[in-house]
């Protein structure tokens, strides 16, 4: 047992109480450090709840978009943290990815590929694997409903066009985007992202299904076949 376990929570230091902060000064009040603390519980012989939280932030060099990269697997690598503090922290951060996504599944009219990175920005940028997902659009270009096609590696996804077409007849989307990652931070679209742009914009054509552009997400960044004329 830590020797911070042994004691009573009103025995630590006022800095290694976060949850007492929470409930005096509002969960405002609290650092990111604290609120890891919350999630981990406990530290160790040698460093408090709050002190190991500092030493997780300092890994992601104390960027909350980095540690949302973070897996079990990533997290487990820090002295202190166990499986379980790790499923914690993990189930933390995707709570708030899936809260952020709620928040921006709301019927929103897309004018612009910043519209299109702003809404897979949430799935898509942290992952350490390729997905690609498609945008259902109606003739206002407000959003019907946004799928997954399929997940990939690191290097690529396969695509299935039939899919595509049989989720935008089904909403009787008049207009589809789709959007894939590269976990590489690479930009730029490979040979294949052009010809299965071409592709998915012929076979939509046919149904009388504008495909009005295909956005790739690297991080923070992203690529737009619209915006530089590829469609």
């Known amino acids: 047992m830590s020797e911070e376990g042994s004691k009573s929570i009103k025995e630590w ?8 902060k929470l409930m005096v000064n509002g969960i405002q009040s609290l650092s990111h450090s604290e ?3 919350i999630l981990i519980g406990s530290g160790t012989k040698n460093q408090s709840a709050v002190e ?3 030493r997780i932030l300092s890994n992601a060099n104390n960027d909350l978009d980095q540690l949302g990269r973070f897996t079990v697997s990533d997290f487990m690598k820090i002295k202190g943290i166990g499986k379980a503090k790790a499923i914690a922290i993990v189930s933390a ?5 899936r809260r952020k996504l709620s928040e921006s599944a709301d019927r929103i009219r ?3 590929s910043d519209n299109v990175f702003e809404v897979f920005y949430q799935h898509l940028a942290d992952l350490p694997h390729e997905e690609f997902w498609i945008l259902l659009l109606n003739r206002s270009n407000k959003i019907i409903d946004k799928r997954k096609i399929s997940q990939g590696g ?5 695509t299935d066009i039939r899919m595509i077409l049989k989720f935008a007849i089904d909403v009787l989307a008049s207009s589809i985007i789709v959007c894939h990652n590269h976990p590489s931070g690479n930009l730029q679209p490979s040979e294949a992202d052009i010809q299965i742009t071409r592709k998915i914009k012929d076979a939509a054509t046919v149904m009388d299904i504008a495909l009005l552009d295909h956005v790739i997400v690297a991080g923070k960044k992203y690529f737009s076949f619209a915006d530089e004329n590829l469609l």
């Open 13 to 20: 230091a006022v800095e290694d109480r976060p949850r007492e």
């Open 35 to 37: 609120l890891i603390a």
């Open 52 to 54: 190991l939280a500092r």
């Open 93 to 97: 951060l995707e709570l708030g990815r």
């Open 110 to 112: 897309i004018t612009s």
């Open 154 to 158: 690191i290097a690529g996804t396969v």
